[in-house]
């Protein structure tokens, strides 16, 4: 009986701690985040279009590496291969029967037909306090992979990372984790950066260290961690 105070105020100690661990964990971005997989107004794959169709990421995101902002493509870059009638995208697919009444695709050519664009909802955020570069970030060798995952994979895009200022300064502090030496560094033989898969070996083998330093030193990159460089 001499014990049961103590085991009630060790018990009561864990069980305040464990509360309060998993209310701070709520609440940060790292679990209202990560998952974030919103329903979008088409069923747009890129597991489809970037995975087996194998379109480069920047035919369509064809800002990524020129600016700050990696645009999402208006519906006349759909339309490239969704005209209708005589699809050349489906012009030598079986599956041509099955599509030429696709909703989904129906609901893209009434949209460039009225020129309204998509509404896609915005999956990847950061607040308007914190300032974000691509073009940075993907010409310094950083592969969407780092950041986005394996898109190429994902039917619905999904976050993949918190994206908090944390995970930033992680990989601010051991960039080279995540520099790749890519089709853009002159270097023959070499994946394109946007080819996820052979991104995501390169990361995972052996020597990937070394060879992150080395594209650090060569390229004289220095990711910063003062405070201005994100909030000014
Ligand atoms: C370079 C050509 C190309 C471009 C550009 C393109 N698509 Fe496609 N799309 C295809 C092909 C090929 C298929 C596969 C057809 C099949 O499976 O029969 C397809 C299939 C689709 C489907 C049907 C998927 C299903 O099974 O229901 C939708 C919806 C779609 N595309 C939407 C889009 C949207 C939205 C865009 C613009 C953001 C776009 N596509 C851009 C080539 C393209
Ligand atoms: C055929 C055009 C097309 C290609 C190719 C393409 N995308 Fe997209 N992407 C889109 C469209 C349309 C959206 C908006 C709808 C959505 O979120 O699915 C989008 C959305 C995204 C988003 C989420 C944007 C947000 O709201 O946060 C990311 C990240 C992304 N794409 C990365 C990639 C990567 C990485 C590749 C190459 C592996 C790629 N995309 C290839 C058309 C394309
Ligand atoms: C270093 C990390 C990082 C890399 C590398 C990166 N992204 Fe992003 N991406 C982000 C962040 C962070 C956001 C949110 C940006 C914001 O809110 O301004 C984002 C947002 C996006 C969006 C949504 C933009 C919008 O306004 O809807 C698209 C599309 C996208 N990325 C595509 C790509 C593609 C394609 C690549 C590779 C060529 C790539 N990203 C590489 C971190 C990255
Ligand atoms: C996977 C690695 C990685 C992640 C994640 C990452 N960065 Fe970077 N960042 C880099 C590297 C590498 C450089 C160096 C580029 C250079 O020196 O040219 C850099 C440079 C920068 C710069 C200076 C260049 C510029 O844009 O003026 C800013 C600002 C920056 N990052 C902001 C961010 C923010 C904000 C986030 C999180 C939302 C983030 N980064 C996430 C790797 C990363
Ligand atoms: C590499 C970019 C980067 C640097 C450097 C950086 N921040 Fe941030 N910071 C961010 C991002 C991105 C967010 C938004 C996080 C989110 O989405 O919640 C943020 C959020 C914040 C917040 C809001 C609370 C939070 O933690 O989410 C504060 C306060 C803050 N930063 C202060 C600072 C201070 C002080 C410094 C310098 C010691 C600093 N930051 C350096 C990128 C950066």
């Not at 012009?91 to 009444?101: F, G, I, R």
């Not at 089709?183 to 996820?196: R, S, V, Y």
Request: include cysteine.
């Amino acid at each position: 009986m001499n014990a049961i105070p103590t085991v009630a105020a060790v018990g009561g100690f864990f069980t305040l701690a464990a509360v309060t661990a998993g209310g701070t964990y709520y609440f940060t971005p790292e679990f209202w985040r990560v998952g974030y997989e919103p329903e979008q107004p088409v069923n747009y794959s890129h597991q489809l279009h970037a995975g087996t169709l194998g379109i480069d990421c920047r035919y369509c995101h064809t800002n990524v590496e020129k600016s700050g902002h990696s645009n999402v493509p208006d519906t006349s870059t759909c339309m490239n291969c969704h005209t209708g009638s005589g699809d050349q995208a489906y012009l030598n697919l079986t599956l041509w029967n099955a599509h030429k009444v696709n909703e989904n695709l129906v609901r893209v050519r009434e949209a460039y037909a009225s020129t309204a664009p998509i509404e896609w909802k915005r999956v990847h955020k950061v607040p308007d306090y914190a300032h974000f570069n691509h073009a940075a970030h993907v010409k310094a060798g950083v592969s969407c992979y780092s950041c986005h995952g394996r898109i190429d994979q994902q039917a619905v895009v999904r976050q993949v990372h918190g994206m908090a200022m944390g995970w930033c300064l992680d990989c601010h502090r051991n960039p080279e984790r995540a520099l790749v030496i890519a089709d853009d560094l002159g270097a023959t033989d070499a994946p394109k950066i946007t080819d996820l898969e052979a991104i995501e070996a390169l990361l995972s083998s052996r020597g990937q260290r070394e060879s992150g330093l080395a594209v650090a030193k060569a390229r004289q990159l220095a990711p910063p961690e003062h405070c201005a460089a994100c909030h000014y």
